[in-house]
């Protein structure tokens, strides 16, 4: 059974960095593409950052080009979401998905195995 765990969310003030982390277990398949949405109170969920399985491809929503940067290891089959120059905005519970396949996406019905999210919250 496919399992992703996120961790490192937390309160931050505006301008701060956080570092998130995706652990996967259970994959039968080495070649799986990752993914980071959120979701905002009263919002729906967004595509925030992908990355393919070789890491060759990233794509980022518009908000976060500049400010965040997805990567993964795949020896410790985890991906990363380091995010830099926090802003109120971009509070939300965070979630990692996974998907079969060796390219990126950024639609959340591609992916069929989600964790169940980490809250990050920007406030002064």
């Known amino acids: 059974q496919v399992q992703l765990v996120e961790s490192g969310g937390g309160l931050v003030q505006p301008g701060e960095s956080l570092r998130l982390s995706c652990a996967v277990s259970?994959?039968?398949?080495?070649?799986?593409?990752m993914a980071w949405f959120r979701q905002a109170p009263g919002k729906e969920r967004e595509f925030v950052a992908a990355i393919n399985w070789s890491a060759v491809f990233r794509n980022y929503a518009d908000s976060v080009k500049g400010r965040f940067t997805i990567s993964r290891d795949s020896a410790k089959n985890t991906a990363y979401l380091e995010m830099n120059n926090l802003g109120p905005e971009d509070t939300a519970v965070y979630y990692c998905?996974?998907?079969?396949?060796?390219?990126?996406?950024?639609?959340?019905?591609?992916?069929?195995?989600w964790g169940r999210g980490t809250q990050v919250t920007v406030s002064s």
């Open positions: 998905a996974s998907r079969i396949n060796y390219y990126c996406s950024a639609f959340a019905d591609e992916f069929p195995d």
């Open positions: 259970g994959h039968p398949h080495s070649n799986i593409a």
